[in-house]
C-alpha cells in the first residue's frame, strides 16, 4: 500500500493551466481564422454553413479552455486544505501553491464564500489570521 502523497506538485498545476490558456488561445485564433477564410477559399477549402459551423466550434471550445485555464483553482486549494489537515493562512497557500498574495487571497475568499473554510476563532498570539475548514 503506498503512502498518501501530501505534497501540492505546483509544477504541474501551473503548466496544466498553461496548456489550457495556449490551447484555448490557439484554439479561438484558429477559428477565427476559419470563418475569414470562408471567404476567400485559399487555405481551407471550407465555405458556407460548414465554415461557420467549424469556425464556431472551435471558437468555443477555446472559449471554454481558457475559461478553465483562467479560473481560480478552489477545487485544488480545498484539497490541499483537506491534506494538511488543519487550517492555512494565506502565506502557506502562496508558498505551497506558487501564486502571488492578491490570488491566494481570492482563493480564500471563494472557499470562505462557498462555506468550505471559516475564519479561525482563536487568533491570540498569531502574526497572520488562519482559515480552517467547515466540518
Given at each position: ?84 489537515g488543519r487550517g492555512i493562512t494565506e502565506s502557506e497557500l502562496v508558498h505551497d501553491m506558487r501564486v502571488d498574495r492578491a ?13 468550505f473554510l471559516r475564519r479561525g476563532s482563536d487568533q491570540s498570539g498569531a502574526t497572520e489570521e488562519v482559515f480552517e475548514p467547515?466540518?
Open positions: 500500500m503506498r503512502p498518501i502523497d501530501t505534497t501540492f506538485n505546483w509544477a504541474a498545476f501551473h503548466r496544466g493551466r498553461k496548456i489550457y490558456k495556449i490551447g484555448g488561445l490557439g484554439l479561438v485564433l484558429f477559428g477565427l481564422f476559419t470563418i475569414v477564410n470562408m471567404m476567400t477559399e485559399e487555405f481551407i477549402k471550407l465555405t458556407g454553413w460548414r465554415a461557420i459551423f467549424a469556425g464556431t466550434t472551435l471558437i468555443l471550445c477555446g472559449l471554454l479552455a481558457l475559461y478553465k485555464g483562467y479560473k481560480l483553482p478552489l477545487e485544488e486549494a480545498l484539497d490541499l486544505v483537506h491534506r494538511k490570488t491566494a487571497r481570492r482563493i480564500l475568499d471563494g472557499l470562505i464564500a462557498k462555506g467547515v466540518k
